[in-house]
């Protein structure tokens, strides 16, 4: 007899066998092991989520997620109607007055004097334009003319108007202020073919301005006296400006670049973590 114990039998696989476990299988059934940050780590990430928060509060949001603001309403027609009207009635009762009380003054004291040597009320009648434009032409040339002038300026007035934007608030005020005047004076050149001017104004300025032009034009007249205007010219004058005023915003306007802010990384883990990618 061996005194020798017999060879280790090899493990059959059977139903009573133990499964093996895969390493996926292992550590899908372990609970997550949670990283343990150190005091270092801990400062890195406190320190990384205060600068976050204080670019998010200097930054302005982006427009994706900036509250939805509504369009800006566009100027409406009801607008250049009532604008236009108040000027054409001011300018028209303004006219009726002057026409009846002035035409009462005598030859002795024609004017009723506001500032003395500078602005006064004076009854004129203009039959042709600005700075007596076609004043001694024929009435067959002079009247088809300045309806013709008139009736293409509206025309055109009203074709700007509802072509403006909603921040054009300069044209918004002097399309129908320069509407309301030409409307005026051409209610004259209709009823009465000629045009009521009442205001009359003087000044030195007035005079050196003349000296000046008559530097140029030899036969212009040298005079401290404006010509005499009425309130629709008056009106035409404010909204020519403002037409101005909108033309020079408009090109020395642009538009500021717009404020883009860069993704913020994940916060770091670990030496071994990265950002995702985008």
């Not at 009207?85 to 003054?105: C, F």
């Not at 000046?212 to 205007?229: A, E, R, S, Y």
């Amino acid at each position: 007899m061996n005194g020798d114990p017999p060879p280790p039998t090899p493990a059959t696989l059977g139903s009573d066998a133990p499964a093996l476990e895969t390493p996926e299988a292992a550590l899908g059934s372990r609970p997550p092991v949670e990283p343990v940050l150190g005091a270092s780590d801990a400062s890195v990430v406190a320190s990384r989520g205060s600068e976050a928060l204080e670019r998010s509060e200097v930054a302005p949001a982006p427009s994706s997620v900036r509250p939805s603001q509504g369009p800006q309403a566009r100027p409406t027609f009801l607008f250049l109607g009532v604008v236009a009207a108040i000027s054409l009635v001011a300018d028209v009762t303004s006219k009726a007055w002057a026409e009846i009380v002035l035409s009462k003054r005598t030859l002795v004291d024609p004017a009723i004097v506001l500032i003395p040597d500078h602005l006064s009320f004076t009854l004129a009648r203009n039959r042709g334009g600005a700075w007596g434009l076609l004043e001694n032409a024929s009435e067959m040339i002079r009247r088809p003319f300045f309806l013709l002038v008139s009736g293409l300026a509206i025309a055109f007035i009203v074709s700007l108007y509802g072509r403006l934007g909603s921040g054009q608030r300069a044209l918004k005020w002097g399309l129908p202020l320069v509407l309301g005047g030409a409307l005026g004076n051409l209610s004259d050149r209709i009823i009465r073919s000629s045009v009521i001017d009442f205001i009359d104004y003087r000044a030195n300025w007035i005079e050196s301005m003349n000296r000046g032009i008559f530097k140029v034009v030899h036969n212009w007249g040298v005079t401290d006296h404006w010509p005499t205007f009425n309130v629709a010219d008056v009106s035409i004058c404010v909204g020519v400006g403002l037409m101005a005023l909108d033309m020079f915003v408009s090109k020395r306007g642009h538009p500021a670049p717009p404020v883009l802010l860069a993704h913020e990384p994940a916060l770091s883990t670990g030496p071994s973590s990265k950002p995702p990618s985008p």
